[in-house]
């Protein structure tokens, strides 16, 4: 994969992250939901450095866990949520694990 592909392929899955927020807190969070899965399943499949693998599998977790909260679902938010800061934390991803960190506040403060 040459540097301007792999380029190409950086900025197309950003904007997929991008339009995945967007969805999730503007539009429907079920469409969401299926975005950021997609999103991903692209990711895992890619060549592309390992950190940055790492970094957009974070954020895609993390629009996971904000799709199925905003889906009334804040266990299975939860789940989605620990994973993407466990990949903060590993690649030391302060201002990642800072938003994750308060997703899971406000995940285990919706259950009571």
Not at 14 to 29: A, E, G, L, T, W
Not at 92 to 105: I, K
Request: aromatic share 10%.
């Amino acid at each position: 994969m040459s540097a301007t592909t792999s380029k190409t392929l950086t900025e197309e899955y950003f904007d997929q992250q991008q339009r995945s927020f967007n969805d999730i807190y503007v539009n429907d969070p079920s469409q969401g939901l299926q975005i950021a899965t997609e999103a991903l399943a692209r990711v895992n499949g890619l060549h592309d450095s390992v950190a940055w693998k790492k970094k957009m599998r974070s954020w895609f977790l993390m629009a996971l866990g904000l799709a199925y909260f905003n889906l009334g679902q804040p266990m299975r938010a939860i789940e989605y949520y620990e994973q993407s800061l466990e990949i903060c934390r590993e690649t030391r991803d302060r201002r990642g694990e800072g938003q994750t960190l308060n997703n899971l506040g406000n995940a285990y403060s919706n259950l009571g």
